[in-house]
């Protein structure tokens, strides 16, 4: 292939084009409400309900610190929730010269995941408690077909965040009590993505014809030659992996109203992380040897070429979360609610460096706003062994139309759940619990690959939650 042009529009648009769209592929996996509150079977039963004010389960030792006052003894706790979540996406994709995306819609892109908890608290005299717990606050998976017409914005996003908290509280009074927890947050993320090299190179011709660097003349018959060696459907792939270690906390207070009533307030930081990781590229044969051709070599200038192995970082920040919780309890049953914010508005936008230095800086702008969690339920104490749960739920996204990515296709949810618990000796004790979760309609509205490739439909969500816990006091 001949490509006789004297100035250099592949240098650094190049890597802007096709490496930005897998290095900046943490953006997605941070896309949408990822935030997990499944570390209770027992609280799962009454969809979350009481869950910071209840006190009888060890979970409080990261849901409100303060509400370890109500333990007694030593506590051993181990949960794991199994989440299975189906999406299935409808609509159509253009290119960037709007020409429509061969594929299909990419399958059910949901997975079923376990999400585990381990927790153990201990009362240290009359007046404090302290805890030690593992739990996942944050993760989400989907995995689309590979050649599904949407993969230039996304293939697989495989994302999670690892807590381990410390706590402690301290009974100021008999109906007060105070606690505060620090948390160490180890994060990962995997993702893939397709890359578009037939609208790459389309489009680093038009820019240089529009910056003046060649002639309209030169530009077609360039045009012309570049398509008849890299079609469309000319495809590759790029992987994102990357992880850090950060640091948070977390303060909680728990008020005795009465003698059956409990309020709760909890508070837990914002921690900020930047994840590190390598982007790795495969390429078809034909792009192989465009970028092999001499004379495309001089045009990509000196220092490291496009489609490369290379390093990058993203800053991202786990939001902060508010929540109140208040619990009645009876001699034949138990009541609560819980209202949770979350301050998903300081993911604002997303900006990812570059070790290799013909890569400037990218920014993507995001714009999330805040989100909100309430539910109601409560428990019914058939015996002194047997305890039916029950509660439901409203969960609502932060993202919007216009920007909802399809890695995870969020939308507002409804929770309906269902939950048991045994109480096989004074020690002893088992909990399940089960919720379905109905989901939105998530709209996508015309979200853009990096290639300015366009998706624009429609994801059917739906979700299922079973969770079981076994518990040792001594």
């Known amino acids: 292939m001949q490509m006789n042009v004297r100035t250099r529009p592949l240098a650094a648009a190049a890597l802007s084009l096709a490496i930005a769209g897998a290095l900046v592929a943490p953006q997605a996996a941070q896309a949408s409400a990822f935030q997990l509150k499944e570390n209770s079977a027992k609280a799962l039963g009454r969809a979350f309900a009481g869950s910071a004010a209840a006190g009888d389960d060890a979970s409080v030792i990261v849901n409100n ?53 381990l927790y153990f608290a201990t009362q240290v005299g009359d007046k404090w408690h302290f805890g030690l717990a593992a739990t996942a606050p944050f993760g989400f998976k989907t995995d689309y077909d590979n050649d599904w017409k949407g993969r230039y914005n996304a293939i697989k996003s495989d994302f999670k965040s690892f807590d381990f908290t410390l706590s402690a509280s301290y009974d100021v009074t008999d109906d007060f009590a ?56 000319s495809d590759g792939i790029a ?41 790795n590229f495969t390429m078809p044969s034909n792009v192989t040897a465009v970028l092999s051709n001499p004379t495309v070599g001089a045009l990509l200038g000196s220092g490291q070429p496009p489609f490369t192995h290379t390093d990058g970082q993203a800053g991202f920040t786990t939001p902060s979360v508010a929540t109140a919780s208040f619990w009645h309890q009876d001699v034949k049953f138990g009541l609560g609610f819980d209202l949770s914010w979350t301050k998903w508005d300081s993911f604002e936008n997303l900006t990812v460096n570059y070790s290799n230095p013909n ?106 939650l079973l969770s079981v816990s076994a518990k040792y006091q001594f």
């Open 178 to 233: 105070v606690g505060v927890s620090a948390i160490a947050q180890k994060t990962s993320a995997e993702l893939t993505s397709a890359i578009n090299y037939n609208t790459v190179g389309l489009g680093l011709i038009q820019r240089a014809a529009a910056a003046g660097q060649i002639s309209p003349a030169v530009a077609r018959a360039l045009a012309t030659q570049y398509a008849t060696v890299v079609p469309p459907g």
């Open 65 to 117: 610190p303060a509400a370890m006052s109500l333990l007694k003894g030593n506590v051993f706790q181990a949960d794991v929730t199994g989440i299975n979540f189906s999406t299935k996406f409808h609509g159509t994709a253009t290119d960037a010269q709007g020409r429509p995306i061969s594929g299909g819609n990419g399958g059910d892109a949901g997975t079923t995941i376990p999400v585990p908890a």
């Open 359 to 464: 890569q400037p800086p990218t920014s993507e702008r995001y714009g999330w706003r805040n989100s909100y969690f309430l539910s109601a339920g409560g428990e019914y104490y058939l015996s002194d062994r047997f305890t039916l749960r029950g509660g439901v739920a409203v969960d609502s996204t932060p993202t919007y139309d216009d920007t909802r990515s399809p890695r995870v296709p969020d939308s507002t949810r409804k929770w309906l759940a269902f939950g048991i618990g045994y109480k096989a000796s004074d020690r002893f004790e088992i909990n399940a619990g089960y919720a379905h979760i109905f989901v939105n309609k998530a709209h996508i509205g015309g979200v853009n690959s990096s290639t300015n490739d366009r998706l624009v439909g429609e994801n059917d969500d739906k979700g299922n």
């Open 239 to 279: 992987r994102i992996k990357g992880d850090d270690w950060a640091y948070g906390w977390q303060v909680g207070g728990l008020w005795k109203l009465t003698e059956n009533d409990r309020l709760s307030l909890a508070y837990r930081s914002k921690i900020k992380h930047t994840l590190e990781g390598t982007g």
